[in-house]
């Protein structure tokens, strides 16, 4: 929180010296060359460089996490089967390594107990009793040792309760609020964002209640590891669940878990998504897809093309972080989405997930999801951010790029996210830091789709292990041991204010890991400052002499206070507080009536939640 770079006197400041000396590897340089071949052309010269002895080659020749360098997201490698095996297969070794290698393990930190105490309650008439234990849960074999495989040991909040609720064939209503911060968090604050296990919350559920009907279930298709283009008929998609999502990225990051929850399981999944190539996406739908990850845009393009996709075998539709969606003027799609196609009415159950439900949202959950769905909302005792360090530091516009130079270098070097504000800033840091020897690289919206998958995926398998970012770009990013957040730029209240930095600092201290969010400050960012102080103050954070004149009444500069005399409310959060009583007190049923605090004790069900002999 004091000036660690010396920075009112640089001349006296640490010279930067060679980042490799500090630990950092090698920088990388881009090879601009690779974005005129194609994806085949580049897995050949890999290949055939590695064949004649090539070492670096032969290291990035191989798939990594199933993807090969240079290839699209959509064509990575899934469990595919040459026999007949039933509903469950073999073991491939290769495969396991590739999805499942400890780069992709779940591993909650030292202080996940903190993450534990999050307060989950839950609204309307349904009532559900929580599971502790992915043992006691009535997963199906395979799904439970995928469950292992992953690195999960312990169900989060949100997994305790959305598990039992599928099972017990509830629609389910998600919704992530932080107390009185849920003003600044609208659009941002996610359960993803706290790494609270949201993907796996809604993928365990649903993919172990098909496993061992798949063929019962799942549309006729040809054998998918003898499948040849052109030779072999292809098929019309018909998958049991949809999963739809508002960016690319976030499409890219379900699929990669669908696809090591759907290790052995004889499911197929397929991701879809504006920016990729088209073709090839088709190809795979064509062998046969079970479990369909999308962006709302791509799916109504082969909605409408019923050839290739139909809906009429849908069993689940999973909506993720849906007040993005319903702002992003995607209505026209989400109904031809949400329709079913030629499904029948009741065969479909709905599960959404978002940071609020505005208007629109909530319109979105009563046209669809059953009567009795299940509410659930995940707040906090004490802050979402319990395990991540705040720093915020005053720096001289002139000497930010040598005071993240020489932070870069007092720190361990680890995975490390810098946010900026413009697409323009990305690429000068970018540049800057890169001909300052450091391992990095970018994405930003200018950049095509290739070529931000190939860096996330560096920075994902640690090759370039500095990431900067404009903040929508990054938007839903879910890259474990990102130890350290870096807000190079602070966001403006134009540019999303605290809603921003909320997201961004949400990238580090995930599923109970330990994190360090730093901050510059300088002068242009006075707009934001009273409420990063009352944020601060809200986490339990001291405050810095230069922030202290925004301290409110009640408090201390080293964050003693009382958080609730807070106040972050706005008028249009107040008004629509009212609404919603207003609809509480006509309709028991509506939206936020009787809403108790989960507790095991207070739950309705006497039943266990599960059996799992009544499963198979």
């Given at each position: 929180?004091?000036?660690?770079?010396?920075?009112?006197?640089v001349?006296?400041?640490?010279?930067?010296?060679?980042?490799q000396?500090?630990?950092?590897?090698?920088?990388?340089?881009y090879?601009?060359?690779?974005?005129?071949?194609t994806?085949?052309e580049?897995?050949?010269?890999?290949?055939?460089?590695?064949?004649?002895?090539d070492?670096?080659?032969?290291?990035?020749?191989?798939?990594?996490?199933?993807?090969?360098?240079?290839?699209?997201?959509?064509?990575?490698?899934?469990?595919?089967?040459?026999?007949?095996?039933?509903?469950?297969?073999?073991e491939?070794?290769?495969?396991?390594r590739?999805l499942?290698g400890?780069?992709?393990?779940v591993?909650?930190?030292?202080?996940?107990?903190k993450?534990?105490?999050?307060?989950v309650?839950?609204?309307?008439?349904?009532?559900?009793?929580?599971?502790?234990?992915?043992?006691?849960?009535?997963l199906?074999?395979?799904?439970?040792?995928?469950?292992e495989?992953?690195?999960?040991?312990?169900?989060?909040?949100?997994?305790?309760?959305?598990?039992?609720?599928?099972?017990?064939g509830?629609?389910?209503v998600a919704c992530?609020?932080?107390?009185k911060?849920?003003?600044?968090?609208?659009?941002?604050m996610?359960?993803n964002?706290i790494?609270?296990?949201?993907?796996?919350a809604f993928?365990?559920?649903t993919?172990?209640?098909?496993?061992?009907?798949?063929?019962?279930?799942?549309a006729?298709r040809?054998?998918p590891?003898?499948?040849?283009?052109?030779?072999?008929?292809?098929?019309?998609?018909?998958?049991?669940?949809?999963?739809?999502?508002p960016?690319?990225?976030?499409?890219?990051?379900i699929?990669?878990e669908?696809?090591?929850?759907?290790?052995?399981?004889?499911?197929?999944?397929?991701?879809?998504y504006?920016?990729?190539?088209?073709?090839e996406?088709?190809?795979?739908?064509?062998k046969?897809c079970d479990?369909l990850?999308?962006t709302?845009?791509?799916?109504?393009?082969?909605i409408?093309?019923?050839?290739?996709?139909?809906?009429?075998?849908?069993k689940?539709?999973?909506?993720?972080?849906?007040?993005?969606?319903?702002?992003?003027?995607?209505?026209?799609?989400?109904?031809?989405?949400?329709?079913?196609?030629?499904?029948?009415?009741g065969?479909?159950?709905y599960l959404m997930?978002?940071?609020t439900?505005p208007?629109?949202?909530?319109?979105?959950?009563?046209e669809?999801l059953?009567?009795n769905?299940?509410?659930?909302r995940?707040?906090?005792?004490?802050s979402t951010?319990?395990?991540?360090k705040?720093?915020?530091?005053?720096?001289?516009?002139?000497?930010?790029?040598?005071?993240?130079?020489?932070?870069l270098?007092?720190?361990?070097?680890?995975?490390?996210?810098?946010f900026v504000?413009?697409r323009?800033s990305?690429?000068e840091?970018?540049?800057?830091?890169?001909?300052?020897?450091?391992p990095?690289?970018?994405?930003?919206?200018?950049?095509?789709?290739r070529?931000?998958?190939?860096?996330?995926?560096?920075?994902?398998?640690?090759?370039?292990?500095?990431?900067?970012?404009?903040?929508?770009?990054?938007?839903?990013?879910?890259?474990?041991?990102?130890m350290?957040?870096?807000?190079?730029?602070?966001?403006?209240?134009t540019?999303?204010g605290?809603?921003?930095y909320?997201?961004?600092i949400?990238?580090?201290?995930?599923?109970?890991?330990?994190?360090?969010a730093?901050?510059?400050?300088?002068?242009?960012?006075?707009?934001?400052?009273?409420?990063?102080v009352?944020?601060?103050?809200e986490?339990?954070?001291?405050?810095?002499?230069?922030?202290?004149?925004h301290?409110?009444?009640?408090?201390?500069?080293?964050?003693?206070?009382?958080?609730?005399?807070?106040?972050?409310?706005?008028?249009?959060?107040?008004?629509?507080?009212?609404?919603?009583?207003?609809?509480s007190?006509?309709?028991?049923?509506?939206w936020?009536?009787?809403?108790v605090?989960?507790q095991p004790?207070?739950d309705?069900?006497?039943?266990p939640?599960?059996?799992?002999?009544?499963?198979?």
């Open positions: 929180m004091t000036d660690p770079f010396n920075m009112e006197n001349s006296d400041a640490v010279p930067v010296t060679n980042p000396d500090h630990g950092w590897g090698d920088k990388v340089p090879d601009y060359d690779s974005y005129a071949k994806s085949k580049l897995a050949e010269e890999n290949e055939a460089r590695a064949n004649n002895g070492e670096a080659a032969a290291h990035y020749a191989g798939a990594v996490g199933g993807i090969k360098v240079g290839e699209w997201h959509n064509n990575a490698a899934v469990y595919e089967w040459d026999d007949e095996y039933g509903d469950v297969g073999p491939f070794p290769e495969l396991e590739q499942f400890s780069e992709f393990h591993k909650s930190g030292i202080d996940f107990q993450l534990s105490t999050i307060k309650v839950q609204e309307g008439e349904v009532r559900i009793k929580p599971i502790f234990s992915f043992k006691d849960a009535g199906h074999p395979v799904m439970l040792r995928n469950v495989l992953a690195g999960y040991e312990i169900p989060t909040p949100i997994q305790q309760y959305c598990l039992p609720a599928v099972f017990k509830y629609d389910v992530a609020q932080t107390g911060l849920h003003h600044y968090l609208k659009k941002h996610s359960n964002n790494g609270s296990g949201k993907t796996a993928l365990i559920p993919l172990s209640k098909l496993m061992g009907k798949a063929k019962k279930l799942c006729p040809p054998n590891a003898k499948f040849q283009e052109g030779i072999t008929d292809p098929v019309r998609a018909e998958p049991l669940i949809c999963i739809v999502v960016s690319r990225e976030l499409a890219t990051q699929f990669d669908a696809r090591r929850f759907c290790y052995r399981s004889m499911l197929r999944p397929c991701v879809v504006g920016g990729g190539p088209i073709r996406q088709i190809s795979q739908l064509q046969g479990v990850i999308g709302p845009g791509r799916l109504v393009d082969f409408n093309r019923p050839h290739i996709l139909t809906l009429k075998r849908l689940y539709m999973i909506i993720d972080e849906a007040d993005e969606i319903v702002g992003a003027n995607w209505e026209d799609q989400m109904k031809t989405i949400m329709s079913g196609g030629d499904q029948e009415e065969n479909i159950n997930f978002s940071a439900f208007k629109q949202a909530r319109q979105l959950a009563k669809h059953a009567m769905h299940l509410r659930i995940v707040g906090r005792a004490g951010h319990v395990n991540i705040q720093e915020i530091i005053h720096v001289d516009p002139a000497l930010k790029r040598t005071a993240l130079q020489q932070y270098l007092s720190m361990p070097p680890a995975r490390t996210i810098i504000n413009s323009r990305a690429d840091l970018d540049d800057f830091l890169f001909n300052s020897a450091f990095c690289t970018s994405i930003h919206s200018d950049r095509t789709q070529e931000r998958e190939d860096s996330i995926r560096a920075f994902r398998t640690g090759k370039t292990p500095i990431l900067i970012a404009t903040g929508v770009s990054a938007r839903g990013l879910d890259i474990h041991n990102v350290a957040v870096i807000n190079f730029d602070l966001p403006s209240p540019y999303g605290m809603e921003e909320c997201h961004r949400g990238r580090t201290g995930r599923i109970g890991n330990t994190g360090v730093m901050s510059f400050f300088t002068p242009r960012d006075e707009d934001i400052a009273p409420a990063l009352k944020f601060l103050l986490t339990h954070h001291p405050i810095p002499d230069f922030l202290a004149h301290i409110p009444e009640g408090f201390d500069a080293s964050g003693e206070g009382n958080a609730d005399l807070l106040d972050f409310e706005d008028d249009s959060d107040v008004e629509e507080k009212e609404n919603q009583d207003q609809a007190n006509q309709n028991p049923n509506s936020n009536s009787n809403p605090e989960a004790s207070q309705a069900p006497e039943e939640v599960v059996n799992s002999e009544n499963l198979w």
